[in-house]
């Protein structure tokens, strides 16, 4: 069974910094794709930063710039380093894996795309 666990979450100040990780296990034979999306208050699940395994990266507009997504598919681990946070940016942010990809286009990928999630970890921005 496959589960992803975030970590990292919390409250902030507007300008800080955060930084979230995620940790994947279980039986996975290969990923093709992981990615952060987040929930902001009122609207829809949103993509912020993906990455394939050949290290091709998407971002959202609103975190180009501010927020880097690193992983290391070896070690199942994923990041997304968030700067120059404002409160906008205040979210439940997912963790996504995907691991039945025809092809690995990264900008081509959509929530479906994704085989498994975690359980999010907040992020509180304040003013």
């Known amino acids: 069974q496959v589960q992803l666990v975030e970590s990292g979450g919390g409250l902030v100040q507007a300008g800080g910094s955060l930084r979230l990780s995620c940790q994947a296990s279980g039986n996975i034979f290969k990923i093709n794709a992981m990615a952060w999306y987040r929930h902001r208050p009122g609207t829809q699940r949103e993509l912020v930063a993906a990455v394939v395994s050949n290290g091709d990266t998407n971002y959202a507009h609103s975190a180009k710039g501010r927020f880097t997504i690193s992983s290391d598919f070896a070690k199942k681990t994923l990041d997304l380093q968030m700067n120059s946070l404002i409160p906008d940016d205040t979210a439940v942010y997912y963790c996504?894996?995907?691991?039945?990809?025809?092809?690995?286009?990264?900008?081509?990928?959509?929530?479906?795309?994704?085989?498994?999630w975690g359980q999010g970890t907040r992020v509180t921005v304040s003013s």
């Open positions: 996504a894996l995907a691991t039945n990809l025809v092809r690995e286009v990264v900008a081509d990928l959509v929530q479906s795309s994704y085989d498994y």
